[in-house]
């Protein structure tokens, strides 16, 4: 199989959000000087924006990733 690549790993954490929260905006990353690399989901006006900063893109995308799932599943847990 093929490496993962950044395109990737945006286009998964979209269909996990879009699956569980339903209205998405943005899924993306961007690098700040400050912070490092970026990586935030802008979901629909009922919830807040989600972010995970890395020190590579792909590392904040992993992060984010997680966060994601972390929530699916203690939403599911409820």
């Known amino acids: 199989m093929?490496?993962?690549m950044d395109s990737d790993r945006i286009r998964e954490i979209y269909k996990l959000c879009k699956g569980h929260f339903g209205d998405v905006r943005f899924v993306g990353i961007k690098y700040h000087n400050?912070?490092?690399?970026?990586a935030k989901a802008q979901l629909g006006?009922?919830?807040?924006?989600?972010?995970?900063d890395g020190k590579s893109s792909t590392d904040a995308?992993?992060?984010?990733?997680?966060r994601v799932k972390?929530?699916?599943?203690?939403?599911?847990?409820?």
């Open 34 to 38: 400050k912070i490092g690399w970026m």
């Open 2 to 4: 093929a490496e993962k």
């Open 61 to 66: 995308l992993r992060k984010l990733r997680d």
């Open 45 to 52: 006006d009922d919830f807040e924006n989600l972010t995970a």
């Open 70 to 78: 972390k929530i699916i599943k203690r939403y599911n847990g409820v």
